[in-house]
């Protein structure tokens, strides 16, 4: 059965360019042309991933990533930024939204097929290790971890704090929304999250939620 896209983004032009254009390599594809009918078609297909716009009506494209992350269900679905907004500042805000690939308008096809291709292997990959993983083998490997006397928690070495911050990021909270619930500034937040994505050898942020569920640190 084909992976299923969802292509969200106000110019029909786009949509059509990049729904023939995925379908033609093997995908099925379905689009929205704004941020509150996408959500409602991540909800009722239940897509492998998502290529949106972040100017739309009704709802942009940061808070549609937004309330997708707030959902368990689609923690790990794939994202990918199609913008014309191209400013570094833009770029940082789109990455701490929960997407996984920043990509500027005007783009080639081609790289957006590579692109996807990537991020589909690897939530296949993952899936794949996940599934392999039997109850038998966890208990096992709890019960190793339990007479070690170690968590991964206390071998990350990952402070309370860290903790907090990753239990928040978790929950799709923005890193200034983290800030206020930790009475703590952004920059200090950022200087958290740097270093659990070192602690953990992961380079974004969905990366570090990744590695978090399949740990089970939140």
């Given amino acids: ?8 983004d106000d110019d029909l032009g786009t949509r059509l360019s990049i729904s023939d254009y995925l379908e033609a390599a093997g995908y099925l594809t379905i689009s929205a042309e704004n941020g ?4 409602h078609l991540v909800e009722t297909y239940q897509p492998h991933l998502l290529v949106t ?29 199609l913008t014309a907004r191209n400013q570094t500042d833009e770029r940082v805000r789109g990455y701490q939204s929960g997407c996984d690939v920043y990509l500027s308008k005007p783009f080639e096809l081609k790289e957006l097929g590579a692109v996807i291709r990537n991020l589909l292997e690897r939530l296949q990959m993952l899936e794949s290790e996940l599934r392999s993983r039997s109850p038998a083998t966890e208990k096992a490997s709890e019960r190793s971890g339990l007479a070690q006397g170690v968590s991964l928690t206390e071998s990350l070495q990952l402070t309370q704090r860290e903790q907090e911050v990753l239990k928040l990021l978790a ?9 206020d619930r930790l009475h703590l500034s952004p920059r200090t937040i950022e200087k958290y999250v740097s270093s659990l994505l070192r602690k953990t050898d992961t380079t974004n942020r969905s990366e570090l939620l990744r590695f978090a569920i399949e740990h089970r640190l939140v």
């Fill in 1 to 8: 059965m084909p992976m299923t896209i969802l292509v969200a």
């Fill in 36 to 39: 509150q009918e996408a959500l």
């Fill in 53 to 81: 716009d972040i100017t739309m009506p009704q709802m942009d494209g940061y808070e549609l990533v937004r309330q997708i992350r707030q959902r368990p269900a689609f923690r790990l679905m794939p994202v990918v930024f």
């Fill in 171 to 179: 929950e799709g909270v923005s890193n200034i929304q983290i800030g």
